[in-house]
């Protein structure tokens, strides 16, 4: 022993514990919608500032952002306690939200966009790590299955208002009224969260945050070009992967040599955070890629108004809201949960396999019901993912190990959405490139595509509909290989007491 053992934390009464999880609930809400409420919006968006073939463009760059916020604000919410680094994370966020409002372009709105989810995903970390720092492992489950909840309600919430709003008002309010709901979470926050000594020296690896977020960037902008904008064997393709492959070796260098490092490179070695991540990784491309295609396709071949298409995440959040909420009850009562991702996961594959198969004749209430089986595929793997990874880390790295699982998350939703995105413009090019009478079919937009000859528009709808095929039996595939991944997950069984904070600094 280097020391005395810490004490254990005071548990709070159920007044204090009840007003703590609202708080962080609220934040957790803000920055979650921020990635779903343009997914409706995008048609309407694009049809001013660009083409169809530009939609991942606006989701992808939050979830980068998100990506590279999301393991340093978890880092400075180990050093530095997560109240302050939950303020700036709304600071960051509203300001985001106000470039995006203003945007005069579509290169405005993704720079807007990146500030936003630099903000939001450090929200979404942190506030799921103070959980951690409230409960014990075994009583998370409930509260992890709560705030699943939370994020559910985000994706409907952000797709109905983001089509209600661009339906019947200026698309730039989606962004303005963040402000107001940002500066009530804030005042929320302040009065309700304390601050939990961290009784740690901070330093800051500020090398290893700028080459996370340059290694981020190569990935996602690589998987965005290849196969669409560039040839995957062409020379700058290759020069792409290269420059990716050099920064994240210089990454891995770096963390390694850290004091304090982003990512520590050891917790790879635990069995339970490079499963739980691998598999999460996975199931955040078939989550976001939902998110934005099912929409997508309500809207340009359905010829659903943005409002009703967003109808259609609502099932989704059924889904999740349910696999959340079971599995957190299931972690709670038994401690154990090393079967439901398999489970999960499998659902998750029937659910992708069922929107391959979607035509113009495809009957509504199928698509809510395979909405719905993607949820109960999606809210297990949440719930379990950031309470197993907690429970198994140590506790001063709690922080880095709820940033992994939301980082691996929105990486396999950026990159995977960026690659779909590809996927799709391919195969707008490969049904539709020689119909168009020399119209690119990658600039085509909803408003174009409505004002086409019946005959004509059903043709282009119709393709549009099989260029998404291949992108949702690409989901598929991988929903199976991550049910296969989970089979390979060492369970630690959950404890039912509350560890001290720098438990591990005195061992």
Known sequence: MNGPIPSPPTPLDDRELKLMIG??????????????????????????????????????????????????CGKLGDLF????????????????????????????????????????????????????????????????????????????????????????????WLFL??????????????????????GRRPSIDYAGGL??????????????LGGSVLAWNSAEMLGLLLATAVALLAFAVIETRAAEPILPLGLFRINTFLVSNAVGLIVGSAMFGTIVFVPFFMQVVKGMSPALSGMFTFPMMIGIILGSTISGRI????????????????????????FAQMTT??????????????????????????TAIQNAVPVSMVGVGTASANMFRMIGGSVGTAVFGAVFAAGLTRELGGALGGVNPRSL??????????????????????????LFWAAAVMACLA????LFLTEIPLEDRLAPRGADAAE
């Not at 994020?151 to 109905?160: D, E, N, Q, R």
């Open 483 to 486: 049910c296969l991944i989970s």
């Open 361 to 386: 004749q495809t009957a509504d209430w199928w698509i809510a019901v395979s909405m719905v089986l993607t949820g109960l595929g999606i809210g297990p793997v949440m719930a379990v993912g950031v």
């Open 211 to 224: 080459s996370l977020a340059l290694l981020l960037s190569l990935a996602v902008i690589s998987a965005s």
């Open 177 to 198: 009224l963040n402000l107001p709901l940002g500066l009530a979470a804030f005042v929320v926050l302040s009065r309700s969260l304390t601050s939990v000594p961290t």
């Open 23 to 72: 708080a962080i609930a609220s934040v957790l809400f803000i920055a979650s919608l921020g990635q779903t409420v343009v997914t409706t919006a995008l048609p309407t968006i694009l049809s001013e500032l660009g083409g169809l073939a530009q939609i991942t463009w606006v989701i992808t760059a939050y979830l980068m952002a998100a990506t590279v916020g999301a393991p340093i």
């Open 445 to 470: 937009s909803k408003d174009a595509i409505a004002a086409m000859p019946p005959e004509l528009r059903e043709m282009v709808v119709s393709g549009i509909a099989q260029a998404l095929h291949p």
């Open 331 to 354: 972690m709670v009562r038994t401690g154990r949960y090393r079967r439901m991702p398999t489970v999960s996961t499998l659902v998750l594959a029937v659910a992708m396999a069922s």
């Open 81 to 172: 306690g997560r109240k302050p680094v939950m303020q700036g994370g709304i600071a960051v966020f509203l300001l985001g939200s106000l470039i995006c409002a203003l945007a005069p372009n579509l290169w405005a709105l993704v720079a807007g966009r990146f500030v936003q989810g630099i903000g939001g995903g450090g929200l979404i970390v942190v506030s799921m790590a103070t959980v951690a720092d409230m409960v014990p492992a075994r009583e998370r489950g409930r509260y992890q299955g709560l705030l699943g909840g939370v994020f559910a309600a985000s994706t409907v919430v952000g797709p109905l208002a983001g089509g209600f709003i661009v339906q019947h008002f200026a698309w730039e």
